[in-house]
């Protein structure tokens, strides 16, 4: 069954880096789009970044753009995010899910929490 | 930017049913999709394709689009229910993928 796991979450300071990763399973990883998905405590979901199959299309939330970068490796199905110069306001639980006609599977996320 | 607008609550009694609207201005150009997420879990898709119901959804979930709202419908609503429900497009040109701020459905 398609399983996606995330980690790599935790605590940082402000202006630190995280790199987040996510592990598929049971699906062709290589054909799907990749998202990023965040949700700030008692907030609701914020889409953060996609990536197309190949990795040629790319598309970030202005909030991020310039400090987080989205990558993939098909060969090891798996999908990441690297978070620089990290604010308060990044803090969320953050979810990887399958792109396809709409983000029909998701992982149980990972938690950031920005603070010093 | 584009924003997708849902009402912050609904509620209704068991066995009634629930209307959660959202509105965009792109809606009738691109597709529509509802998740449901409960406390402490991921969200789940209810239905997508303004309409589709994923296999394992209750059919007592639809979805449906009129002009630049679409609007989940829940009948015969039960306490299993209650939960959050957001719904999710692309921006006018496509790009952008946009959640809307999210229901809080109450089962009274």
């Known amino acids: 069954q398609v399983q996606l796991v995330e980690s790599g979450g935790g605590l940082v300071k402000p202006g630190g880096s995280l790199r987040l990763s996510c592990a598929a399973s049971g699906f062709t990883f290589g054909d799907y789009y990749m998202s990023w998905i965040r949700q700030a405590p008692g907030k609701g979901l914020e889409w953060i970044s996609y990536m197309n199959s190949s990795g040629g299309i790319i598309y970030y939330i202005d909030s991020v753009k310039g400090r987080f970068t989205i990558s993939r490796d098909n060969a090891k199905n798996s999908l990441y995010l690297q978070m620089n110069n990290l604010r308060a306001d990044d803090t969320a639980v953050y979810y990887c899910a399958r792109f396809g006609d709409y983000h029909d599977y998701w992982g149980q996320g990972t938690p950031v929490t920005v603070s010093s | 930017s584009y924003e997708l607008t849902q009402p912050p609550s609904v509620s209704v009694s068991p066995g009634q049913t629930a209307r959660i609207p959202c509105s965009g201005d792109?809606?009738?150009?691109?597709?529509a999709h509802w998740y449901q997420q409960k406390p402490g879990q991921a969200p789940v898709g209810v239905i997508y394709?303004?309409?589709e119901r994923p296999s394992g959804i209750p059919e007592r979930f639809s979805g449906s689009s009129s002009g630049t709202t679409v609007t989940l419908t829940i009948s015969g609503v039960q306490a299993e229910d209650e939960a959050d429900y957001y719904c999710?497009?692309?921006?006018?040109?496509?790009?952008?993928?946009?959640f809307g701020g999210g229901t809080k459905l109450t089962v009274l």
């Open positions: 394709k303004y309409s």
């Open positions: 792109a809606l009738p150009k691109h597709y």
């Open positions: 999710q497009s692309v921006d006018s040109r496509g790009n952008y993928v946009v």
